[in-house]
Nanobody, 121 residues
Framework: QVQLVESGGGLVQAGASLRLSCVGS????????MGWFRQSPGKEREFVAAISAESDSTYIAASVKERFTISRDNGKATVYLQMNRLKPEGRAIYSCASRDGSPRRDLYEYWGRGTQVTVSA
C-alpha cells in the first residue's frame, strides 16, 4: 500500500558517480527506516545500505562502503543513494524499501519497482 518510486538510474562509465532517489509518501515516510538493495540477473537480491527514520543510524554493505553513502530528507520524503567510483559489477536494478521500525539488512515491508543502473567498462 506504500508507494515508493526510484529514479536516477542510467548508463555510466566505470569510475563515474550516480545518485539515486526514492520518493515515498510524506504521510508515512518520516517514521520508516529505508533501505537500498540491488539485484542482477541470476543473482539474489543484495543489501546495499539502510538508514533510520531520523538519520541517526546508517548501515552500508562492506562491498560498497568506501564508495556509497545513504542519506534522506524527510521533508521531501526522499532517500538517496550516492554511488561513487562505480564498477561494472555494480550493474543491477536498484530498489528502495521501507519498514516501520529500525533499519536492518532484511525484512522490509514495502518495495519500489527499481531503477536500472548500467556501468560500462
Amino acid at each position: 500500500q506504500v508507494q515508493l518510486v526510484e529514479s536516477g538510474g542510467g548508463l555510466v562509465q566505470a569510475g563515474a558517480s550516480l545518485r539515486l532517489s526514492c520518493v515515498g509518501s510524506r504521510r508515512t515516510f518520516s517514521r520508516n527506516a529505508m533501505g537500498w538493495f540491488r539485484q542482477s540477473p541470476g543473482k539474489e537480491r543484495e543489501f546495499v545500505a539502510a538508514i533510520s527514520a531520523e538519520s541517526d543510524s546508517t548501515y552500508i554493505a562492506a562491498s560498497v562502503k568506501e564508495r556509497f553513502t545513504i542519506s534522506r530528507d524527510n521533508g521531501k520524503a526522499t532517500v538517496y543513494l550516492q554511488m561513487n567510483r562505480l564498477k561494472p559489477e555494480g550493474r543491477a536494478i536498484y530498489s528502495c524499501a521501507s519498514r516501520d521500525g529500525s533499519p536492518r539488512r532484511d525484512l522490509y515491508e514495502y518495495w519500489g519497482r527499481g531503477t536500472q543502473v548500467t556501468v560500462s567498462a
